[in-house]
């Protein structure tokens, strides 16, 4: 099994703490809020929905050509603001990867804002499986629209 690796970094006006909140701690319930034609809701299957061990299904929204996947924390540390998790399972996955492992992590800039970065990393099925470099970005341009509705979102709702 081979992994690809690709790193993004965004950076935002919004203060760390606050994007931290809503990317990380708050997605569950705020991404359907403001996106549901990309993710319906979330489920919990184990855990606390944010502890390492949590397991959840996110359903897609109408917008999406994928159904559903299972999303398993690896890892949370609000105080560092990182966050690993994985997709292990579902139509996503597009039967070429075993697993997708992101790892984020929300970095303050002296100007008040952050720099979110997002370490993904594929790991590709056995032999004669690969994903291709479109499949890729259409992957890192999905989750730029997500993060940049979740700022447009924290930029008019203020007090959130």
Same mark, same amino acid.
């Given at each position: 099994?081979?992994?690809?690796?690709?790193?993004?970094?965004?950076?935002?006006?919004?203060?760390?703490?606050?994007?931290?909140?809503?990317?990380?701690?708050?997605?569950?319930?705020?991404?359907?809020?403001?996106?549901?034609?990309?993710?319906?809701?979330?489920?919990?299957?184990?855990?606390?929905?944010?502890?390492?061990?949590?397991?959840?299904?996110?359903?897609?929204?109408?917008? %999406?050509?994928?159904? %559903?996947?299972?999303?398993?924390?690896?890892?949370?540390?609000?105080?560092?603001?990182?966050h690993s998790y994985s997709i292990?399972?579902?139509?996503?996955?597009?039967?070429?990867?075993? %697993?997708?492992?992101?790892?984020?992590?929300?970095?303050?800039?002296?100007?008040?804002?952050?720099?979110?970065?997002?370490?993904?990393?594929?790991?590709?099925?056995?032999?004669?499986?690969?994903?291709?470099?479109?499949?890729?970005?259409?992957?890192?341009?999905?989750?730029?629209?997500?993060?940049?509705?979740?700022?447009?979102?924290?930029? %008019?709702?203020?007090?959130?």
């Amino acid at each position: 099994m081979g992994a690809i690796t690709y790193d993004m970094e965004i950076p935002s006006s919004v203060p760390a703490s606050k994007m931290f909140k809503a990317i990380v701690l708050d997605a569950d319930t705020l991404i359907p809020k403001i996106m549901p034609h990309a993710i319906k809701n979330v489920e919990i299957l184990e855990g606390d929905g944010t502890c390492a061990g949590t397991v959840k299904i996110i359903h897609f929204g109408e917008g %999406s050509k994928f159904k %559903s996947v299972k999303h398993r924390v690896d890892a949370l540390d609000a105080e560092n603001m990182t966050h690993s998790y994985s997709i292990i399972e579902g139509d996503a996955l597009m039967g070429v990867v075993e %697993s997708i492992t992101y790892h984020i992590k929300i970095v303050p800039t002296e100007d008040g804002g952050c720099i979110c970065k997002n370490r993904s990393i594929y790991n590709v099925k056995g032999d004669g499986h690969e994903i291709t470099e479109d499949k890729i970005k259409e992957g890192k341009e999905k989750a730029m629209t997500m993060f940049k509705a979740i700022e447009a979102h924290l930029h %008019s709702n203020p007090d959130y």
